[in-house]
């Protein structure tokens, strides 16, 4: 499996996104480099769900942000869709600090809507529709502190989504919730992504995530990260943990994720 | 262990009680017996005439007003010159801590200027402003209103006192903005002019709150000082001073504590709004 599918390139305008040999140093503080990342490669056509998977550290957060155009590149270049604009319709999830604490759920969602003049009464009724679609009606004037972090992610996903993103990063948006949750948040993610169809770049450490979640599974190498493997997973939506398939998939990138360990 | 909470904050409760009531009760008592033995009221008056010229707050004290007209004065100079004050610290604060290269620049100046005794600028305000009033500086000699105690020295001092508070935490509050929320906020679509008003502003508003809370404070200790210098002519610290040097001591107390109330109650103003304003503070997550 070669990491690069540059030979099958599909029509121009149906790619989302192309990353070409991207390379990104960052010097700390010391004065010592780091090589981030180093000649990544990648094509990801509209409506593709990428999951990204790699050791803490590998350069994934990196990548994101070079995606979302929040840094640039010291090598290569990266190339979005025409109809992609930063700012628009590019939608980035993190982790933590996903809504703004001075903001009901409701005012975090509506707050793209906002910021593009929507007059109020219909960000307002488009916004609780949105919450009520990631199962937190009733909750639309609690504020971040008031809601658990699977609720907070929940929200965080309902305020990207408000802006209709045909991209959407996300950066271990779930790294923070517990087991339970986080299976929860993933199924409705992926029938979030089925209604829609945004193309995604979901950033995790999570093996069994990538694989519930991704179409195509990027194995990234530690430092300098550059994308090792490729898994095209074919498995029928909501997936199933306990098929061979599955955990075959899982020991597979496991064992690739222990080698670089060594 | 369980039951004995509740008897916990019911001993809490007692003791507030205590603090509010029986604390002072005792203290009043203690100077009422201690005065009428001193039998020296020019020095220490008994509480009862102390009483007597709280309640009788629009007597005039010959030239120099009553305690309510007094009072009112200066509250309308901490006003006025709090608000300019608000307005300039917070604008100035909200440009200076959200460019860092600006901040660079401006920061030493502020941090020069900053601890020097507002009451220090006094001279200098009056050498600037002679005794210029309000009305005045809209071409009315005597506007036969309380406008006309309104001089632009003492607003000066006033905006001194209150302003180094408010510029220096609202630059604090906005310079600590997390950069995820400007990320997240650039993300969904904020101009840069959105960006400050949607974030940069809601996220430093604790910190300036906190800002305006300890300005009005000092801009209240000012007034009363400057009132007190020679020159002034009214105010609640000046009809102090004029008492004072009448041995009008009980009247001298009961401007006392009127300072004391009106600074008690501006705060405690200020820390309801804080706490109204900005429930998600230090809650974030």
């Known amino acids: 499996m070669k990491p690069d599918n540059v030979n099958k390139r599909p029509a121009e305008n149906l790619i989302a996104l192309e990353i070409h040999s991207v390379s990104k140093t960052f010097h700390s503080d010391s004065g010592r480099k780091v090589q981030a990342l180093e000649g990544v490669n990648l094509l990801v056509r509209q409506g593709e769900f990428i999951t990204l998977v790699g050791a803490t550290g590998c350069g994934k957060t990196t990548l994101l942000n070079l995606v979302a155009g929040l840094d640039t590149p010291d090598d290569g270049y990266l190339r979005v869709g025409n109809n992609l604009r930063f700012g628009d319709n590019v939608a980035y999830v993190f982790q933590h600090y996903t809504l703004f604490p001075w903001r009901s759920a409701l005012g975090n969602v509506a707050f793209g809507l906002q910021m593009r003049g929507v007059p109020r009464k219909q960000r307002k009724s488009r916004a609780s529709d949105l919450l009520a679609r990631v199962g937190l009606s009733g909750f639309e004037n609690a504020y971040p502190y008031e809601l658990s972090g699977g609720m907070r992610q929940r929200a965080a996903i309902a305020q990207a989504l408000a802006i209709q993103p045909k991209l959407l990063l996300m950066d271990e948006p779930f790294g923070a919730v517990d087991d339970s949750t986080r299976s929860e948040l993933q199924q409705m993610l992926t029938e979030l992504w089925q209604d829609h169809l945004p193309t995604i770049l979901f950033v995790t450490h999570n093996i069994d995530e990538a694989i519930v979640l991704g179409g195509r599974v990027l194995v990234l190498s530690e430092r300098p990260g550059k994308i090792e493997h490729e898994f095209k997973i074919d498995l029928p939506r909501p997936r199933n943990r306990m098929t061979k398939e599955f955990t075959n998939l899982f020991i597979k990138i496991r064992q690739l994720l222990s080698v670089q360990l060594d | ?285």
């Open chain 2, 1 to 285: 262990m369980h039951k004995e909470e509740p008897k916990n904050r019911n001993s809490r409760n007692w003791s507030k009680l205590l603090g509010w009531t029986a604390v002072p009760i005792t203290l009043l008592l203690i100077w009422q017996i201690a005065a009428k033995h001193l039998n020296q009221p020019w020095i220490f008056p008994p509480v009862t005439s102390v009483i007597e010229q709280l309640a009788h707050p629009l007597r005039e004290h010959y030239a120099s007003g009553s305690l309510l007209s007094n009072t009112l004065i200066s509250l309308l100079r901490v006003l006025m010159g709090f608000s300019l004050a608000a307005a300039a610290g917070v604008t100035l604060g909200l440009f200076i801590g959200s460019i860092r290269i600006v901040r660079d620049i401006i920061e030493p100046i502020i941090e020069v200027l900053r601890p020097l005794c507002p009451i220090a600028w006094l001279p200098f305000a009056i050498a600037v402003f002679k005794l210029k009033t309000l009305p005045q500086l809209v071409g009315v000699r005597y506007s036969n209103t309380i406008f006309d105690q309104i001089q632009l020295g003492m607003i000066f001092v006033i905006f001194v006192g209150g302003f180094f508070p408010i510029v220096t935490n609202t630059l604090d509050g906005v310079a600590g903005v997390r950069r995820n929320y400007l990320l997240l906020a650039q993300t969904l679509g904020a101009t840069r002019r959105q960006i400050f008003l949607h974030v940069y502003l809601p996220a430093a508003m604790p910190m300036i709150i906190t800002g305006l809370r300890q300005g009005l404070g000092l801009c209240w200790f000012v007034i009363i000082a400057a009132e007190m210098m020679t020159g002034s002519d009214s105010g609640i610290g000046y009809l102090l001073m004029y008492a004072s040097d009448n041995s009008a001591m009980d009247i001298v107390i009961a401007a006392m504590l009127i300072i004391g109330v009106i600074g008690a109650l501006l705060n405690f103003t200020m820390s309801r709004i804080m706490l109204n304003f900005v429930s998600w503070q230090g809650k974030e997550v």
